[in-house]
């Protein structure tokens, strides 16, 4: 699978920014999809993951209420739609595929090459 995340950019505090991830080369819709985010020198950490059918997700504690992940399999995107950013929300951000729902970073089996959120102050 091959993943190509966008929408990433410069933000205000208290703004929106939806991130899309578009899948490519396998069937989108065997795959459990997550984001996670990273700062230099850190680990990537849980932001939030969907099953399969869109039917069940999750959310990391940091991130619930203010962010909201969805899928549209027949278009193979998954999206990101994160309100009410703060500027520790800055990060790169990532798109990832898993074969099984899982929370974990070394669960997932493809990633995207992630795009850079900046929310300003």
């Known amino acids: 699978v091959q993943l190509q995340a966008s929408g990433g950019g410069l933000v205000r505090a208290g703004g929106s920014r939806r991130l899309s991830c578009v899948a490519s080369g396998r069937t989108f819709s065997n795959y459990a999809m997550g984001w996670f985010r990273q700062a230099p020198g850190l680990e990537r950490k849980f932001v939030a993951t969907?099953?399969?059918?869109?039917?069940?997700?999750s959310y990391a504690d940091s991130e619930k209420g203010r962010f909201t992940i969805s899928r549209y399999n027949a278009n193979n995107t998954v999206y990101l739609q994160m309100d009410s950013l703060k500027p520790e929300d800055t990060d790169v951000y990532y798109c990832?595929?898993?074969?099984?729902?899982?929370?974990?970073?070394?669960?997932?089996?493809?990633w995207g090459q992630g795009t850079l959120v900046t929310v300003s102050s």
């Open positions: 969907i099953n399969y059918s869109g039917g069940v997700r």
């Open positions: 990832a595929a898993a074969r099984t729902y899982t929370l974990r970073a070394s669960g997932y089996d493809y």
